[in-house]
T-cell receptor, first 114, second 113 residues
Framework: GENVEQHPSTLSVQEGDSAVIKCTYSDSASNYFPWYKQELGKRPQLIID?????GEKKDQRIAVTLNKTAKHFSLHITETQPEDSAVYFC?????????????FGKGTKLSVKP | NAGVTQTPKFQVLKTGQSMTLQCAQDMNHEYMSWYRQDPGMGLRLIHY???????DQGEVPNGYNVSRSTTEDFPLRLLSAAPSQTSVYFC????????????FGPGTRLTVT
């Protein structure tokens, strides 16, 4: 089955700096890659996603890149703000036998220092 | 729309007790799933369902049962609670198209003593 590795597990940046979180996946059939943000005590919420027919997607200060050959994808946050502090999860899924189940990485705790 | 709802928010059980975590959604989503979240372990899939009457196992199904008699509801049953089942449980739902957003419920924090 699919396995998703996420790095780093913790990341601390100064406000205004950029943050990058990287994930690798094992199943070459995976073709949907969402990123979720989870604030303390809250539910995970989708912030951006990318499908395998696209190499990069941007939404304001957030961007995701995908390299299907290397089987890795990354989340980029520019001009970080204290409210970006949270745990971020990457995930991967495909159709076929897994019915599109999302398999998650173990998360990255991002701290943005004012 | 209420979205995905879960009850209870918190629960304490003694080892060996059984209970049911409730999950409901009002978005007419075919797909529903249960995850558990443990520190440093991310979200791990317990069971999922692609429609009423259809369920299957995820990554960590042992000790849990599910059923799906209606589109709206997807309860998770702990048959005989163990301390290893102490966790935060999230229910989620989406349309049948897997490449669209999966919505999570607010979670149930379960402690087994």
């Amino acid at each position: 089955g699919e396995n998703v590795e996420q790095h780093p597990s913790t990341l601390s940046v100064q406000e205004g700096d950029s943050a990058v979180i990287k994930c690798t996946y094992s199943d070459s059939a995976s073709n949907y890659f969402p990123w979720y943000k989870q604030e303390l005590g809250k539910r995970p919420q989708l912030i951006i996603d990318i499908r395998s027919n696209v190499g990069e997607k941007k939404d304001q200060r957030i961007a995701v890149t995908l390299n299907k050959t290397a089987k890795h994808f990354s989340l980029h946050i520019t001009e970080t703000q204290p409210e970006d502090s949270a745990v971020y999860f990457c995930a991967a899924s495909s159709w076929g036998g897994s019915q599109g189940n999302l398999i998650f990485g173990k998360g990255t705790k991002l701290s943005v220092k004012p | 729309n209420a979205g995905v709802t879960q009850t209870p928010k918190f629960q304490v059980l003694k080892t060996g007790q059984s209970m049911t975590l409730q999950c409901a959604q009002d978005m007419n989503h075919e797909y529903m799933s249960w995850y558990r979240q443990d520190p440093g372990m991310g979200l791990r899939l317990i069971h999922y369902s692609v429609g009423a009457g259809i369920t299957d196992q995820g990554e960590v199904p042992n000790g849990y049962n599910v059923s799906r008699s209606t589109t709206e509801d997807f309860p998770l049953r702990l048959l005989s609670a163990a301390p290893s089942q102490t966790s935060v449980y999230f229910c989620a739902s989406r349309t049948r198209d897997y490449s669209y957003e999966q919505y999570f419920g607010p979670g149930t924090r379960l402690t087994v003593t």
